[in-house]
Structure formats: structure tokens, C-alpha cells
């Protein structure tokens, strides 16, 4: 419609042109050595007027003639992407269709006439994965970082990632720690980070990164303080090996809500039972129990070392006005019963035991039970209770690996019956907690 008003005007134009003319008089007279050429004034305005049409249809067609190879070249360049795009988009169908080859084919095919080659060698690169193809993966990931230097951090996120999905833990670590240098903020490279030192077991690279992680709110509240109580726990742990001073440190330097943390607290035992602090140990128990009940913690109490029965004793006493309120707990009756074992008094330690078994019958209090009951000289209903923790262990119920099988007096040793000792003589007996129990061991 626009076309069509603009030939009207120019119409208009000419015909308001021609009757101008046409009213003047007057003629145009054009001399070139012996000729001579007259027109009428109209006349010559519309030769005039055919000769700068022609002059402007000539110059446009050299004009074209002349931009003929460059449009070319565009119009293949366009076919070019255009077919690009086309083999792009049936490579990511194929890869989401799980044809990880033949997507990886397409993509790297169209990569080099492609608008954006980074976005078909990191598909390309995630295709390889899925295939099994590291070091394929790994070429294309090179690749990509070539065709997109501004894409650097994200092609070693993703490089970071496809490594710890394949297993790669310290590679990944190693990707990570890239994109941390120059990007320590970064909230994807920090919750990377996290998992490779899960699965590494390494600590002492996630420590100071603990504030930032809580800064940015990267993990749930749960998830931060599980970090923290690790963290705490194999710091405790390492100090524990070198000396009491050093394990004091590590303790003070924890913040005051890990110090009242329970997980915490019962590594930090844990640490002055290894560097030999005992009494401290035994305090620091003593204390917290009396402000909040703490099965762990009345565990390790159990297993404390003493230099007499008198001493078990006096930590049974204690230990029986803690569990008043908590009887119907098979870790507390199970300690209780470790301890009245430790201090010889044996009818005690069978019926704290025999509750704990009532409430749940683990391998582990089983196997105590048995221990006593072929040490008092119930035979029969030892091989019952062994035979039942047998049993248990075997369909993987609370199986603890490494436990020593049943023995009646001693690490190893023979029945009473094939000894010749008295199976009612006193006998000094281990505690070892949860994991083996107390069992009779010779003198």
C-alpha cells in the first residue's frame, strides 16, 4: 500500500511537470559542430529525465555486478549455519535421546561452521562422558576453552564436575581449586569443592572455606553443621596424635556451639583417652552428664581404664543414679552392664546385659552376654545367645567387621572346660565400648 501511494505521487509529479512546460514557451537547442539538434522545451525535460534513469540503472547494476562475489560468500556462509544449526539441534536430540556416538559425531561435525562452537564441544564433551571416553572428553573440554576464551571458569566447572561424576576425585579438586583462585566467591566452584572434599576426606582445604560457605548460604543449615562437626572431629583427631598440648589447642581454637556439640565432645574424649589424659577424660564426662543426658558419651565412660574394681564400682554407682530416667535405652542398660563387668559383679552385670539384649538384640551385647554367661558357667545358655549373634551378624544386622569371635575367657583362648580353670574365679574384664563389648579375659 505504501509502494503504491509513492508511484501515485511521483504520477502526479510528472504530469503536473509536463503541463508546466507544456504552457511555456521556449525551445532547448543542442549544437556539436555542423548539427544541430532543437526540441521543445517538454521534450527535453523528459529526455532529460530518461537519460538520469538510465545513468542510475547502469550504476546500479555495475553496483551489484561489482557486490556480486561478497554476497555470495554471505549467502554460503548463511547456508552454511544454517545447515550448522540444523546438525546442532539434531545432535542435542540425539543426545538427549541417550545415542551418545552419534551426538557426539553431529555436534563435533558442525562445530567448525557453528555460530557458537563452545556450546557444541561442551555437549560434545558431556556426550564422551557418558560413553566412558575421558581423554576424548578431556580433548574436546581443551578444544572449547580455545573457541571461547571468555568461558574459561565454565569450562573448568564443568570439567570439575565430569570428573567427580567419573571418580575423579583429585582432578576435580584440582579443576576447582583453578576456579577459585580467580574466583573465590563462586558459588558453584565452592559447593564443588565441598564434594571432593567429602570424598576425599579432606578437611584441612574445606576448613577455611567454611565461613565463606555460611556467608553465601550455599548449604542448608544441616548440611553446614555436619561440615563443621567433621571438620571439628578429624581436627580433634590429629591433634590427638601428637601430644596434650596440641590436642588443648585444637579444642579452644573450636568455636563455643562446637564445644557444646555432642559429636564433638565425644571426639574430644576420645582425644584425651589417646594422649592418656584419663582423669580428665572422666571429669569432663562426669560434668557433662550431669547437665545432659548423653548415651555417647556414658559409652566411653564404660570404657574408661581404672586400676581397680573398687573404681569401676564407684563409676557404677554413678552410673546407675544417670540412667534412672533412661532404663528403657539399650545403650545405657549396655554400659551399665559393661561396667558392673569391669567391677566383677557379675549377677548385676548378666541382668543390665539381659535388659539391654530384651531391647535390642545386637551382635555386639549378645557376644557380652554369652562371654559372661559361659564365664559363670551357663554353658547352654551361652551357645543360645552365641548362636542367636551368629545369626544376627550373618543377615548383616548391625554386623560389626573385624569383631573378635566369642571366647570365653580371653582374646582367642579355650573354654573354661579345656583350660582347667575355675570358671568362677575372679577374672578382669575388657570394655570396649560398643564395638566388642566386655569380655572375660585371664588374669
Known amino acids: 500500500m505504501r509502494r503504491l501511494f509513492i508511484y501515485l505521487l511521483i504520477l502526479a509529479g510528472a504530469v503536473l511537470t509536463a503541463l508546466y512546460f507544456n504552457q511555456q514557451e521556449g525551445y532547448v537547442m543542442l549544437s556539436v559542430g555542423p548539427w544541430r539538434l532543437e526540441m521543445s522545451l517538454l521534450f527535453s525535460a523528459v529526455v532529460l529525465g530518461l537519460l538520469v534513469l538510465l545513468l542510475y540503472l547502469l550504476l546500479a547494476g555495475l553496483a551489484r555486478l561489482w557486490s556480486m562475489p561478497r554476497r555470495l560468500r554471505s549467502w554460503q556462509g548463511q547456508r552454511r549455519q544454517e545447515s550448522a544449526r540444523t546438525e546442532l539441534t539434531s545432535g542435542l536430540l540425539r543426545f538427549a535421546e541417550g545415542d551418545y556416538d552419534a551426538a557426539e559425531k553431529q555436534l563435533v561435525h558442525s562445530a567448525r561452521r557453528s555460530e557458537a562452537p563452545l556450546v557444541n564441544y561442551l555437549t560434545a564433551a558431556i556426550a564422551a562422558q557418558r560413553r566412558g571416553a575421558r581423554e576424548v572428553r578431556d580433548g574436546y573440554l581443551t578444544t572449547a576453552e580455545k573457541s571461547g576464551p571468555d568461558a574459561n571458569l565454565a569450562v573448568r566447572l564443568l570439567q570439575a564436575q565430569l570428573q567427580a561424576e567419573s571418580g575423579q576425585w583429585e582432578e576435580a579438586q584440582a579443576s576447582v581449586a583453578a576456579v577459585l583462585d580467580k574466583e573465590p566467591k563462586h558459588r558453584r566452584a565452592l559447593e564443588l569443592m565441598v564434594g571432593c572434599c567429602r570424598a576425599l576426606g579432606d578437611w584441612e582445604r574445606l576448613e577455611p572455606l567454611l565461613s565463606r560457605i555460611d556467608r553465601q548460604s550455599i548449604l542448608p543449615k544441616n548440611e553446614l553443621l555436619e561440615l563443621n562437626r567433621w571438620v571439628a572431629r578429624e581436627r580433634l583427631a590429629q591433634a590427638s596424635g601428637e601430644d596434650p598440648q596440641a590436642l588443648q589447642e585444637a579444642w579452644q581454637d573450636l568455636s563455643r556451639g562446637l564445644r557444646k556439640d555432642p559429636e564433638v565432645l565425644c571426639a574430644y574424649v576420645d582425644g584425651l583417652i589417646a594422649v592418656g589424659e584419663v582423669q580428665s577424660a572422666e571429669e569432663l564426662i562426669q560434668k557433662q552428664l550431669g547437665k545432659e543426658w548423653n548415651p555417647e558419651l556414658l559409652q566411653r565412660y ?99 567387621p573385624g569383631l573378635p569371635g566369642p571366647a570365653g575367657a580371653g582374646r582367642g583362648a579355650a573354654p573354661p572346660e579345656l583350660t582347667g580353670d575355675d570358671p568362677h574365679a575372679p577374672t578382669d574384664y575388657a570394655a570396649d565400648g560398643d564395638s566388642d563389648g566386655g569380655r572375660p579375659r585371664s588374669d
Open 302 to 400: 564404660a570404657r574408661l581404664p581404672a586400676d581397680s574394681t573398687e573404681a569401676y564400682a564407684a563409676r557404677l554407682e554413678r552410673v546407675e543414679a544417670w540412667i534412672q530416667a533412661h532404663r528403657d535405652e539399650p545403650k545405657a542398660l549396655y554400659a551399665a552392664g559393661i561396667l558392673a563387668l569391669q567391677a566383677e559383679q557379675w549377677e548385676r552385670a548378666r541382668d543390665y546385659l539381659q535388659a539391654a539384649v530384651d531391647q535390642t538384640a545386637r551382635p555386639e551385647y549378645l557376644r557380652t552376654l554369652g562371654s559372661l554367661q559361659e564365664h559363670m558357667g551357663d554353658y547352654d545358655g551361652a551357645r543360645a545367645t552365641y548362636r542367636l549373634a551368629m545369626d544376627l551378624s550373618e543377615a548383616g544386622s548391625d554386623a560389626l
